[in-house]
């Protein structure tokens, strides 16, 4: 019990934890689409237009792109950590959609799905104590 207690102390080092984890793993799932360019934003881009939005498709690509790259290093630094957080949360709700209107199994859109719900989440949490916001 006495653990537990001391564990539940820990919390910022949780998030800290958890920020550099995801952080790291958007970074390197987000270089490919921003250093891609202007075709590789076009093609991410089209996956908007199932929300209605059809024009600027490489500019739509390039903020999904920058919200996956940049926002991974903001994750990590937990500066402008919320705005990190929605752009991801968004992007995760486009990448859901993209893969549910293309008839992807459970196993392949569950996985933005859930990531959404995770950065939903970290948006009312917030970065913790140990981050450059310092909440």
């Known amino acids: 019990m006495l653990a537990l207690k001391f ?10 934890a958890m920020r550099v984890g995801l952080g790291l793993m958007f970074i390197i799932h ?3 689409k921003i250093f891609g360019g202007p075709e590789m934003w076009a093609k991410v881009g089209q996956a908007i237009s199932l929300w209605g939005i059809n024009f600027f498709p490489a500019l739509w690509g390039f903020m999904a792109a920058f919200a996956e790259f940049g ?7 937990g500066f402008l950590f919320r ?3 929605l752009l991801l949360a968004i992007t995760m709700a ?4 993209m893969h549910l209107s293309q008839g992807d199994a459970f196993g392949t859109w569950s996985h933005a799905a ?3 719900i995770v950065f939903l ?3 009312f949490v917030g970065p913790g104590k140990i981050s450059l916001d310092g909440e």
């Open 83 to 85: 705005p990190a957080a």
């Open 94 to 97: 486009v990448a859901t959609t």
């Open 30 to 32: 987000g270089s490919g």
């Open 114 to 116: 859930e990531l959404g």
């Open 121 to 123: 989440g970290l948006l």
């Open 71 to 77: 926002g991974g290093i903001l994750l990590i630094l």
């Open 7 to 16: 564990l539940g102390r820990l919390n910022h080092f949780g998030l800290l």
